[in-house]
């Protein structure tokens, strides 16, 4: 069974920056598209990022732009998100999830599409 792990979650001041990591232990990760979401207190979860196993990304959550870059590790098994500026407003539980499916997928915003939910990562962004 795949079972994603993100980690780097921590607390943070506004304007700080994180990366977060999310990865399969035993599994060659380039085979899925891998989305990143999150999820704050009663809200419901929200896509942020997601990145395709041929390395297209797109940005769901980035306000102002240029605040979240996702990327592919070097070793193609570890998906990155880069915070950057952090805001109060992004404190949540951040996790990710593979596209359903393998090979050459495109990225949705819905959970939906996705399975296989790591148990995500804290961030907590003081003022």
């Known amino acids: 069974q795949l079972e994603l792990v993100e980690s780097g979650g921590d607390l943070v001041q506004a304007g700080g920056s994180l990366r977060l990591s999310c990865a399969a232990p035993g599994f060659h990760l380039v085979l899925y598209t891998i989305g990143w979401f999150r999820q704050a207190p009663g809200k419901e979860r929200e896509a942020v990022a997601c990145?395709?196993?041929?390395?297209?990304?797109?940005n769901y959550v980035d306000s102002p732009k240029g605040r979240f870059t996702i990327s592919w590790g070097d070793d193609k098994n570890t998906v990155y998100l880069q915070l950057s500026g952090l805001k109060p407003e992004d404190t949540g539980t951040y996790y990710c999830?593979?596209?359903?499916?393998?090979?050459?997928?495109?990225?949705?915003?819905?959970?939906?599409?996705?399975?296989?939910w790591g148990r995500g990562t804290q961030v907590t962004v003081s003022s």
């Open positions: 990145i395709t196993n041929n390395g297209r990304a797109t």
């Open positions: 999830a593979r596209r359903l499916g393998i090979g050459p997928t495109t990225c949705v915003s819905e959970s939906s599409g996705f399975g296989s």
